[in-house]
């Protein structure tokens, strides 16, 4: 393997609308604290990927490759390995417990106990041609005392953990990684999407309130939800921005690729009522080929129908998890599509929740593409690395974080490695 790359931190985000990868690297400070800099970032158009399911292989690696060299051109030199968001409708989330006996004849438990009983609430039975990508452990119980966040060096001779499981589908992590491999990358590990997101866009104390992530992308609109600092549901609903551009397009009767795209991001917002009855738009003025005005209330009507619609799944998960309405930290919102205006006031009402956008935290950076909100996930996945890297070299003791998966899958697929 090549290692011009160094230090630096690369992230991998594949969407349906866009490839988008980002490159950074720690920083020591004067404090002695470290500080990620995010170095360079790019994005290119997307291929071959509906819904997070990537349908060829060969547009992938294209778009990957274009997006390669963009985000080289800003760093200077080359990068060959990153961490690769994996996301779409294959994913599935549950939770598992895992029990075992502490080994110790003087019962006090070892980290390598409480990897035993990780290991045990991994093995749960995974649905057929399925992997697991995460074990997140939630809370460990200690000879029957609950809600313990660390238990090493405790004392006890049963140890518990409960965890969210995170698993995809093999055939698309295949696929996927192939397209990675395909575009000259090696895979330090892949991250669920929203998890890499959600260590970019909210502070630990909001994790520890609770509070709620959504990513609201081209064809799916992902969301993540924490309490206590940890993860305690995940979803990936099959609706995003794009369907608002082709309502758009049904409801001007005007063609979704360009005209109906470009009228949602010019004039889309989801405030009909605040938009004077009388404005108008002209289709033209944006490049139609023929005049035709349109209401700018119907406009927004049109949208925020299906905004709401969105909002109102987002919601359904929360209500299956009894956590409608009842994040004190709320809900930050991330992907290109967040940028509707008006979108963080109507989750407001329909989700009864404080609402925001989320931009990076604690992140310095020599580009300005870090604060759009499309790249959240790109980023956050360098910052998801750099927390591993610190981890791997004994930076953050305790760190519960567990991103092994690759590390057990290269074996099985290196006959892909090229
Ligand atoms: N300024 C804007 N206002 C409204 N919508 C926007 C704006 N800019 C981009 N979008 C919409 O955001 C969507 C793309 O979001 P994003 O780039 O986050 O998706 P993706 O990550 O490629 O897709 P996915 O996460 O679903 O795989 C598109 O439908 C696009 O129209
Ligand atoms: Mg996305």
New binding site residues.
Partial sequence: MKSSQGNLIGGL?I????V?MAVGQLLGKENGNLELQILGAAEFS?EG?Q??VVNSIEDVVSSISACLERVERMVGVPIDSVWVGI??LHILSQSSKGVVAVSKANSEITEEDVNRALEAARSIATPLNYEVLHVLPRHYTVDGQTSIKDPTSMTGVRLEVDTQIILGSSSQIKNLTKAVYRAGLDIEDLVL?IIATSEIVVTKRQKELGVMVV??????T?MAVFEEGELIHTAIIPL???N??NDIAMGLQIPPEDIA?RV??EY?DCNPDSTNKRDEVDLFDIGAADHQIVKKKFLSEIVSARVEEILQKVDDELRKIQRSGMLPAGVVFT???A??PGLVGLAKKVLRLPANLGYPLNVVSVTDKVND??FA?AVGLVKWGSEMQGKAHGQKPGSKKIGDFFGRLKKGLSDLIP
């Fill in positions: 985000d969407g349906s609308n866009s988008r997307s990927v819904k997070g996301s779409g999407s990513n609201v992308g081209g064809t799916t992902a995003g921005s794009q608002i551009t795209e949602k991001i889309g992907g290109a599509g940028k509707l909100l499309g996930t």
